[in-house]
């Protein structure tokens, strides 16, 4: 049965601990391994926790989680009391401003009874597995948290009623309610909802089944720094060659000094816009000294729209409007530049270049932009009816793709490869250092004539991707 243990109105997270197997009664430091849990949740802005007791076996609990996503307004987690876990950890979904659907994963692939496989592909998770459940290809493991977005809820009560008849017709197998969380995770995935893979890093989650493996756990968690950790995780892993390995290396020193001086990631943005038309200000000079403090000034532009994303995962203050305004940022500080290098340039005939350029990069915007809202359309429209459900009776996982997506995929994991495809589609950061590069080094025509050669094969390679994609 539910019992609610805190409230919390100012927040949009409930939790529901599923403290139904022996282990939960487990002692630590803390008491037991329930009343560890629920320590560090109330150290987290969540709005309340509810804990079920077991009463009638796998099946009960299931209903009891539908219950509560049945009426709950915001953001559900779910969670089990025999969870040994950074705090930090459980920030990662609880405190992530998007209140979004997620689960704790571990890129060690190395699965077990109490650390189900996943396969994750682009951020989310695609394949979910339990104890009835295959998983072909599995790159990493479900580590027991568990968050449904509001808008997914109902999804949520229905997987878990599904679920909870399955398991009382024994029609999934031997299952206990140790695995309540994992099948709701297979649920989720099978049914078409796009569930977030939030990375553990270096963190530990583990659930445990004795009290030796909870002494270990609990003593495990001292040998990670989680200040560290954090600081860690707000830099991007999956960033750019030119930010992960010219500019993340140093401005990773920076985040700590912006937080003190309580910098908002919306006024590290806004610098960075300043710095940028300063940029384009030195470009129109048309000198080599002008050109030189141009291409400085633009790399430190970079270095703070790197740094505001940064901050905002560290702080964990990002929103939308922020994601918003520093893709804006981005577009008026590189068209700035743009024209400075033409107005220096002092030749009529450099306009078309500019402007060309100028075209290129709104193509590929454009291409890549129409390609994620016809994914989101598709995701929130047309998948209930284009494509059936996966069923939650099938034993195998989905199949891996095949053909060149399936090579993509396999050369993704290659890190030449992997970092030679960044660079091929010309990100902000290399564009950066392109202009920067061939600005400070010659001059606007021989950057435009790079920016048009680079950035129509990026083009290119862009569009025929998209369309492989859209068409599978």
């Not at 220096?344 to 402007?355: E, H, K, M, Q």
Request: glycine share 10%; hydrophobic share 50%.
């Amino acid at each position: 049965m539910p019992d609610s243990l805190t409230s919390r109105e100012t927040t949009t997270t409930s939790v529901v601990v599923l403290a139904t197997t022996p282990a939960c009664r487990l002692s630590c430091a803390d008491g037991t391994l329930l009343d560890r849990i629920s320590g560090q949740l109330q150290a987290l802005p969540v709005r309340e926790v509810q804990v079920v007791t077991p009463g009638g076996g796998l099946g009960a609990d299931l209903r009891g989680v539908a219950k509560i996503a049945r009426i709950a307004s915001g953001a559900v987690a779910v969670l089990p009391a025999d969870l040994v876990a950074h705090t930090e950890a459980l920030a990662l979904l609880l405190e992530h401003p998007a209140h979004d659907t997620g689960a704790l994963v571990s890129h060690d692939a190395t699965a077990g009874p109490m650390r189900p496989p996943v396969r994750v592909e682009g951020g989310k998770i695609v394949a979910a597995g339990s104890s009835f459940h295959l998983v072909p290809e599995a790159n990493a493991t479900f580590r027991g948290v568990l968050q449904a977005g509001e808008a997914d809820l109902a999804t949520l009560a229905d997987v878990a009623e599904e679920l909870a008849e399955l398991a009382d017709t024994g029609k999934l197998g031997p299952v206990t309610p140790v695995e309540a969380v994992d099948l709701l995770l297979v649920g989720l995935v099978r049914t078409g909802v796009a569930v977030r893979a939030a990375g553990i890093g270096p963190l530990h989650a583990d659930r445990v089944a004795g009290q030796n493996a909870a002494d270990s756990a609990v003593t495990r968690l001292a040998d990670v720094d989680e200040a560290r950790v954090r600081l860690d995780t707000s830099v991007k892993r999956d960033d750019g060659f030119f930010a992960t390995f010219f500019v993340s290396t140093w401005s990773r020193h920076l985040i700590r000094p912006a937080a003190k001086l309580k910098l908002s990631p919306n006024t590290v943005t806004g610098i960075s816009i300043g710095l940028a038309l300063l940029a384009a200000v030195w470009f129109s000079a048309g000198t080599q000294g002008g050109r030189l403090a141009g291409a400085l000034l633009l790399y430190l532009s970079f270095v703070l729209d790197c740094l505001d994303g940064q901050l905002a995962r560290y702080t964990r203050t990002f929103s939308a409007f922020g994601a918003w305004a520093d893709g804006m940022a981005d577009r008026l500080k590189e068209y700035a530049v743009y024209i400075g290098l033409a107005f220096g340039f002092a030749d009529p005939g450099i306009w078309p270049l500019a402007v060309a350029a100028m075209i290129i990069q709104v193509v590929r915007h454009a291409i890549d932009y129409s390609y994620a809202g016809a994914v989101a359309d598709a995701a929130r429209i047309g998948a209930t009816w284009g494509r059936p459900p996966r069923s939650l009776l099938e034993s195998a996982g989905a199949r891996p793709a095949g053909g060149v997506l399936g090579l993509a995929r396999r050369l993704e994991r290659q890190p030449v490869t992997r970092w030679l495809k960044k660079i091929v589609v010309l990100p902000i950061g290399e564009r950066t250092a392109l202009i920067a590069v061939t600005a400070a080094g010659w001059n606007a025509r021989v950057t435009f004539l790079a920016l048009l050669c680079w950035g129509g094969a990026a083009a290119l390679y862009q569009l025929a991707g998209r369309m492989m994609r859209s068409a599978r």
